[in-house]
T-cell receptor, first 112, second 112 residues
């Protein structure tokens, strides 16, 4: 079984649409993250939830809203998509005390 | 603010060579440091995790060292193989936050 799974794997959508990416982990970790990898392949954190509580909220447009219904799930909803949102979005999980992160396989978002 | 630099940015070697990938970070106050590999179009695979109290970790042909006081880590790959071709990412976890900070990676090509 996949430890951190994201859906969908690919997402192509038009500008102005609203879309969601889902993430689930079965590792028993208490913390989950969203990272964005841009066209230059640089990985940057966006959000983190610990036991359903938002603990990291980087400088991200308000159009991005994470939601964690429980500590095994972290979803990312994006409103009014823009061309610049095109990137690969990675979900990850860990124990907050830092025993190593596990990443999902990524969601490639293309806004046209 | 933690900044991570990886040198070289790219490396092309013939099969069988031993390699050293370098990572430096500006803030030595870290919980641990993790090395990942990323294959083109794929997610991140964790290779090695070194806790701040450790000097090195080994897994098969891979050996990672950590010199926390000088803000350096190296990844040693012995007897390189074409299957080792990927981007290698270094990521320290600062003690002041729970945000894994990534370097820009070393793109490795091992030629048959």
């Amino acid at each position: 079984d996949t430890a951190v799974s994201q859906t969908p794997k690919y997402l192509v959508t038009q500008m102005g649409n609203d879309k969601s990416i889902k993430c689930e982990q079965n590792l028993g970790h208490d913390t989950m993250y969203w990272y964005k990898q841009d066209s230059k392949k640089f990985l940057k954190i966006m959000f983190s939830y610990n036991n359903k509580e938002l603990i990291i909220n980087e400088t991200v447009p308000n159009r991005f809203s994470p939601k964690s219904p429980d500590k095994a799930h972290l979803n990312l909803h994006i409103n009014s998509l823009e061309l610049g949102d095109s990137a690969v979005y990675f979900c990850a999980s860990s124990h907050l005390t830092g025993n190593g992160y596990t990443f999902g396989s990524g969601t490639r978002l293309t806004v046209v | 603010k933690q900044e991570v630099t990886q040198i070289p940015a790219a490396l092309s070697v013939p099969e069988g060579e031993n390699l050293v990938l370098n990572c430096s970070f500006t803030d030595s106050a870290i919980y641990n440091l993790q090395w990942f590999r990323q294959d083109p179009g794929k997610g991140l695979t964790s290779l090695l995790l070194i806790q701040s109290s450790q000097r090195e970790q080994t897994s098969g042909r891979l050996n990672a060292s950590l010199d926390k006081s000088s803000g350096r880590s190296t990844l040693y790959i012995a007897a390189s193989q074409p299957g080792d071709s990927a981007t290698y990412l270094c990521a320290p976890l600062p003690s002041s936050s729970y945000k894994l900070i990534f370097g820009s990676g070393t793109r490795l090509l091992v030629r048959p």
